[in-house]
C-alpha cells in the first residue's frame, strides 16, 4: 500500500454513439546527431519521434490548614483522576466499538500499485460500491424482491460503481461513475471469503461483485488503467443510515416526479432527504434524465455533493452527537478494505478527502457508446480513454478559480526556488513521440533548442504507443528535469526518475498538439468530451426529470411528471 496512511436488472441504459479511436501509426525517421542552434532546429524538423489565620477562639486547638488544604486536593486530585479514566474510558470504548463495526476484506493486490510523483506524493484511488444485495431483513425490507428468495447471501451486483480520485498533493478530486450497463471484460478472480470464482468472461459490468470486492476492484483497474488503491462498499440499508446521520440531504428536482419503480415521489423544487427517501431518490433511474442508468448517475453526483456540502458546513462535524452518530452509522454502513479497516485509517481518509475544497471536486460519468451487440447495453465509448488517462495521470478535471492549481504542478514549485544550477544550454533532452501524430517530436524539440535548452537535443519514435506523457530523469539530474517540466508546462506527475543517464521525454496521447503541455482547462475540456461533469460547490441544480414515459401506473407507460398528477393519493417521498 502506497498511500501514507496506510436496484437489480431494470430497464437498461439507453443508447449512445460516439466515435472510436485510429489506430497509431508510427512516425518515420530516426534519432539524427545535431551541431549547433541551426543545425539542431532543423534536425529537429527532420526526424521526429511517432496538528489561613487563627479561629478566633482563645485556647482553642490551632487547626493544621496545610494539612486540610493537602485532604482537599488529594480528593480533588482523585476526582479529576476519575474524571480523567472515566473520560478516558468512554473514549477508548467509543474507538473499540467503532473498529468493531467496520467489515473489511483483502483487496488480494488486484487494484495494481500507485506510484509517487516527482516529489514522493502518491494520489488515492478508491472504488465506492453501491451494491443491490438484499443480504439482510432491513435491505430486503428497503429494496423488495425478497417473499421468495428470502435474504440473500454473497454481494449482489454493483449496480453503482465510482471511482474517487484524490490527488498527491489533495488540492482536487474526481469523482467518475461508470453505469453499471457497460459490457466489459471480467478478469479471472476468485472470492477468497466464500470461494466462489471464474476464469473470465465477457459481461455486463456490475456482475463482478459476484465473486467478490476484489473482482469489482481488478475489472475496474483493467478496464481503465486506473490504479485502485481501496474499495468502499454501501447497501440499501448503509444509503439510509448516512442520510439520517447527517440530517437529511437537501436535492432539487426540476419538475414533479414519481417513479413508480424506485416510489420517489417529490414535488418540484428543493426538498431535504432522509432515510428511505434518500434510497429512493439515488436508486431512481426511471425518474431522471431519459430514464436509464446515465441519467440515474448524474442525480446522484447531485445528491453526493450535497452531502459534502453538509459534512463541510459549519455545525455538523463540531456538534458531539451528530459526529457519534455519524461515525456509528458510517462504521456499520460500511465494507472496506483491509487497507481502511480501523477508524484510524477511515478518519485519515475523511481528513484527505476535507482538504479539497467543494469547488474542486469535480463529478462526471465514463463516456458510453452503444454496444453493437445488444442495444439494451453499452460499452466504453469514444473519450473515455482521455478520461481515464487524466484520472490516472492524477491531472485536475478543475481549478475551482479557474486559475492554474498552486500545488498541483512543478511549474509552480519550480518557481518558488531555483531549478538548476546547470545553464538551460548544458540540458540536452531526447524527445520520444509516443503518439499517432506525425511530427510531434520535432515540434516539441524545436521548441525546447528555441528557448535556449542544448543543441544536443534530439529526436526519436517511443519504442511503443503511450497513453500520457513522462520525462524520465537519470540519477542526479531531478533539477534539470524540473527545469525542461516548467518550460514545457508539465506536471509533477509527468517526472520519473529512472536509471538511463539523461533526460527522455516521451510525447504521449494526452499532447497531441502545441508546444506546451495543455492547461487544465483545456485537459479538463478533453477529458470531458461528450460526458457529464459539475462541481461539489455547485447548489444550485436541479435533477433533470425525464420527459419520456419512462414509468407505469396501473399498467399505462406515462412520464413521472403524468404520474405524479395520477397519484394525488399518494404522500410525497418527503412528507
Not at 431483513?137 to 429494496?143: F, N, R, S, Y
Not at 432527504?273 to 442525480?299: I, M, P, Q, Y
Request: proline share 4%; net charge positive.
Amino acid at each position: 500500500m502506497s498511500d501514507p496512511w496506510g436496484g437489480r436488472s431494470g430497464q437498461a441504459t439507453r443508447n449512445r454513439t460516439t466515435g472510436a479511436p485510429g489506430p497509431r501509426a508510427g512516425d518515420s525517421g530516426a534519432e539524427r546527431p545535431v551541431a549547433g542552434r541551426a543545425a539542431a532546429r532543423a534536425a529537429a524538423r527532420r526526424v521526429d519521434g511517432g496538528g489561613g489565620g487563627g479561629s478566633g477562639r482563645r485556647g482553642a486547638r490551632p487547626v493544621n490548614r496545610a494539612g486540610r488544604g493537602r485532604r482537599v486536593l488529594k480528593v480533588f486530585g482523585l476526582c479529576l483522576a476519575v474524571l480523567v479514566l472515566g473520560t478516558a474510558g468512554v473514549g477508548w470504548w467509543f474507538y473499540q466499538h467503532l473498529n468493531g463495526n467496520i467489515n473489511s476484506v483483502s483487496l488480494d493486490g488486484k487494484g495494481g500499485t500507485e506510484k509517487p510523483d516527482a516529489f514522493g506524493r502518491t494520489p488515492i484511488n478508491i472504488l465506492v460500491i453501491g451494491s443491490d444485495g438484499r443480504t439482510s431483513a432491513a435491505d430486503c425490507k428497503l429494496g423488495g424482491g425478497c417473499s421468495q428468495t428470502g435474504v440473500q447471501s454473497g454481494y449482489g451486483n454493483a449496480d453503482v460503481e465510482m471511482v474517487v480520485h484524490i490527488s498527491a498533493d489533495r488540492s482536487n478530486a474526481t469523482v467518475m461513475s461508470i453505469p453499471r450497463d457497460t459490457m466489459t471484460n471480467i478478469p479471472a478472480c476468485k472470492d477468497t471469503e466464500n470461494g466462489t470464482g471464474t476464469s473470465g468472461y465477457y459481461g455486463q459490468i456490475n456482475s463482478a461483485l459476484q465473486y467478490g470486492p476484489a473482482c469489482q476492484v481488478s475489472t475496474i483497474h483493467q478496464l481503465t488503467g486506473i490504479t485502485i488503491d481501496h474499495f468502499v462498499k454501501l447497501d440499501f440499508s448503509g444509503v439510509v443510515k448516512m442520510s439520517d446521520a447527517v440530517g437529511g440531504v437537501s436535492v432539487c428536482v426540476n419538475g414533479n416526479v414519481y417513479d413508480t419503480y424506485s416510489h420517489l415521489k417529490l414535488s418540484k423544487g428543493t426538498h431535504t432527504l432522509k432515510g428511505e427517501a434518500a434510497l429512493e431518490f439515488v436508486r431512481s433511474r426511471h425518474g431522471f434524465g431519459d430514464g436509464s442508468d446515465l441519467g440515474r448517475t448524474v442525480s446522484q453526483h447531485l445528491f453526493l455533493s450535497a452531502m459534502i456540502r453538509k459534512f463541510k458546513s459549519a455545525g455538523t462535524l463540531t456538534d458531539p452527537t451528530a459526529v457519534y452518530d455519524l461515525a456509528d452509522a458510517a462504521t456499520k454502513a460500511l465494507t472496506v478494505d483491509d487497507g481502511l479497516g480501523s477508524v484510524s485509517k477511515l478518519v485519515s481518509l475523511a481528513a484527505d478527502v476535507n482538504k479539497v475544497p467543494a469547488e474542486r471536486m469535480t463529478f462526471t460519468t465514463m463516456q458510453t457508446a452503444p454496444d453493437p451487440t445488444n442495444s439494451d447495453r453499452v460499452v466504453v465509448g469514444s473519450g473515455a480513454k482521455s478520461l481515464f488517462s487524466t484520472i490516472a495521470n492524477d491531472q485536475s478535471l478543475t481549478t475551482g478559480s479557474g486559475k492554474k492549481a498552486v500545488a498541483s504542478s512543478v511549474t509552480a514549485t519550480a518557481s518558488a526556488s531555483p531549478v538548476s544550477k546547470v545553464s538551460k544550454s548544458e540540458i540536452d533532452v531526447t524527445v520520444e513521440n509516443g503518439t499517432a501524430i506525425r511530427g510531434r517530436a520535432s515540434a516539441v524539440a524545436t521548441a525546447l533548442i528555441d528557448g535556449g535548452f542544448g543543441s544536443g537535443t534530439t529526436t526519436a519514435n517511443a519504442p511503443s504507443a503511450a497513453a500520457s506523457t513522462t520525462l524520465t530523469y537519470g540519477p542526479d539530474r531531478k533539477a534539470e528535469a524540473q527545469a525542461v517540466a516548467k518550460a514545457l508546462n508539465l506536471p509533477g506527475s509527468a517526472l520519473k526518475m529512472g536509471s538511463a543517464v539523461g533526460l527522455t521525454l516521451v510525447i504521449g496521447g494526452d499532447w497531441s498538439s502545441g508546444t506546451t503541455y495543455p492547461d487544465i482547462a483545456t485537459t479538463a475540456k478533453t477529458a470531458t468530451a461528450n460526458a457529464s461533469a459539475s462541481t461539489a460547490d455547485d447548489s444550485k441544480t436541479c435533477a433533470k426529470v425525464s420527459t419520456y414515459k419512462t414509468v407505469s401506473l396501473n399498467g399505462v407507460p406515462m412520464t413521472p411528471s403524468q404520474a405524479y398528477a395520477a397519484a394525488g393519493n399518494k404522500p410525497d417521498s418527503d412528507e
